[in-house]
């Protein structure tokens, strides 16, 4: 069968330790003498486990039923889907046990392999993610065999990458959000060394970065968008479905709505310290790159920023050379507005909120 490769890794968990070498199994299983319990017993041993067998990885393959000590039986599945090295979820007929476990796997960490007898059962949020259609054929067996090792492989090389919706975006919404924190004590400790030193200012300035901010979420208000969180993105107009980053960078994205129906798409970058705006404009190119992906779809960029700025007509027009890098049938379908003060107030004006 050939040398058998270690799958070891040192990474740590909260006990401090990692089961390398362990791969956790989520699948239906079913009371022991049921038609449910014994087909999904043969996938685990006639296909799951030969597979491994001849990947040249060494793991030891368990299943909750194969846990045998007292004590909670939840707190032995949840305590193997956390430390376990590989975990496979087996989705086939979407057993709702399975996809609670799932999502607790996908919460903690990388290193899930989906696998499933049907499509059909790959709910749209983890379509885009690589999942092993198989049967129980004997061909089926032989090209599962083949697609467990690719993943093996994978892994091995890249033990940490990001494998599901949760660590793909929760990550960078975590990094704005303590971005933003950081940003608003940094600004509030300025404000309190200036006061203790006497040299606060006496008077509230005209336009500050939160004042933008709480004078554009009235626009928003206004406008009746809705922000769209971190399983949010999908849409569905007339038989068409499309898919829309659902942040990048500062960006978020909101939805307009005029009654039951969508009236368009902004996405919006409100940064509490002081802009960037070229970076501002690279993360604008990354989402018209994915908003362009063959979708007839118009989205406008907004940038609200603290200070005016002298130098708008020269990143507009930075916006519409990033333009030419997408097929030109879409290009119409990008706005950019760099909302400083007076442009934020002509906003207003239109809108009402102010005369």
Same mark, same amino acid.
């Given at each position: 069968m050939g040398t058998k490769i270690s799958a070891k890794k040192k990474?740590?968990? #909260?006990?401090?330790?990692?089961?390398?070498?362990i791969c956790f199994v989520i699948s239906p299983i079913g009371k022991e003498g049921t038609e449910l319990h014994a087909?999904?017993?043969?996938?685990?041993?006639?296909?799951?486990?030969?597979?491994?067998?001849?990947?040249?990885? #060494?793991y030891s393959i368990i299943r909750a039923d194969d846990i045998n000590r007292s004590g909670s039986f939840i707190n032995d599945i949840l305590e193997n889907i956390y430390s376990s090295h590989i975990v496979i979820a087996d989705l086939t007929g979407q057993n709702p046990n399975v996809f609670y476990e799932l999502g607790v796997r996908h919460s903690l960490r990388p290193r899930t392999i989906l696998i499933s007898q049907n499509l059909d059962d790959i709910p749209s949020d983890l379509r885009e993610y690589r999942t092993i259609i198989y049967d129980t054929s004997a061909k089926g067996a032989a090209t599962f065999k083949k697609r467990i090792k690719t993943f093996l492989q994978e892994i091995n090389k890249e033990p940490e990458r990001p494998d599901n919706p949760v660590l793909d975006r929760l990550g960078s919404v975590v990094e704005n959000k303590l971005s933003q924190v950081e940003a608003e004590r940094d600004e509030l400790k300025n404000e309190i060394t200036k006061i203790l030193s006497g040299k606060a200012p006496k008077t509230p300035?005209?336009?500050?970065?939160?004042?933008? =901010?709480? =004078?554009? =979420? +009235?626009? %928003?208000?206004?406008?009746?968008?809705?922000?769209?969180?971190?399983?949010?993105? +999908?849409?569905k107009r007339g038989d068409k479905d499309f898919t829309l980053p659902r942040e990048q960078g500062h960006f978020s994205?909101?939805? %307009?709505? =005029?009654?039951?129906s969508i009236d368009g798409f902004w996405y919006v970058s409100m940064p509490i310290s002081e802009v960037n705006i070229d970076e501002e404009l690279s993360d604008i190119r990354v989402l018209i790159e994915k908003c362009s992906q063959g979708q007839d779809v118009s989205c406008n960029f907004i940038v609200v920023v603290e200070n005016n700025i002298s130098a708008k007509k020269s990143y507009l027009k930075k916006f519409e050379q990033m333009k030419e890098h997408i097929p030109e049938e879409y290009r119409?379908?990008?706005?950019?507005?760099?909302?400083?003060?007076?442009?934020?107030?002509?906003?207003e004006k239109e809108l009402g909120l102010k005369v």
């Amino acid at each position: 069968m050939g040398t058998k490769i270690s799958a070891k890794k040192k990474t740590a968990n #909260k006990s401090g330790t990692v089961e390398e070498n362990i791969c956790f199994v989520i699948s239906p299983i079913g009371k022991e003498g049921t038609e449910l319990h014994a087909k999904f017993k043969e996938v685990l041993e006639y296909i799951i486990k030969p597979a491994f067998d001849e990947s040249g990885y #060494k793991y030891s393959i368990i299943r909750a039923d194969d846990i045998n000590r007292s004590g909670s039986f939840i707190n032995d599945i949840l305590e193997n889907i956390y430390s376990s090295h590989i975990v496979i979820a087996d989705l086939t007929g979407q057993n709702p046990n399975v996809f609670y476990e799932l999502g607790v796997r996908h919460s903690l960490r990388p290193r899930t392999i989906l696998i499933s007898q049907n499509l059909d059962d790959i709910p749209s949020d983890l379509r885009e993610y690589r999942t092993i259609i198989y049967d129980t054929s004997a061909k089926g067996a032989a090209t599962f065999k083949k697609r467990i090792k690719t993943f093996l492989q994978e892994i091995n090389k890249e033990p940490e990458r990001p494998d599901n919706p949760v660590l793909d975006r929760l990550g960078s919404v975590v990094e704005n959000k303590l971005s933003q924190v950081e940003a608003e004590r940094d600004e509030l400790k300025n404000e309190i060394t200036k006061i203790l030193s006497g040299k606060a200012p006496k008077t509230p300035q005209s336009h500050t970065s939160s004042n933008a =901010r709480t =004078r554009f =979420r +009235r626009i %928003l208000e206004l406008k009746n968008a809705e922000k769209q969180e971190i399983f949010g993105g +999908r849409f569905k107009r007339g038989d068409k479905d499309f898919t829309l980053p659902r942040e990048q960078g500062h960006f978020s994205l909101f939805s %307009l709505k =005029r009654g039951k129906s969508i009236d368009g798409f902004w996405y919006v970058s409100m940064p509490i310290s002081e802009v960037n705006i070229d970076e501002e404009l690279s993360d604008i190119r990354v989402l018209i790159e994915k908003c362009s992906q063959g979708q007839d779809v118009s989205c406008n960029f907004i940038v609200v920023v603290e200070n005016n700025i002298s130098a708008k007509k020269s990143y507009l027009k930075k916006f519409e050379q990033m333009k030419e890098h997408i097929p030109e049938e879409y290009r119409k379908l990008f706005i950019f507005n760099l909302l400083d003060p007076p442009e934020l107030e002509n906003w207003e004006k239109e809108l009402g909120l102010k005369v």
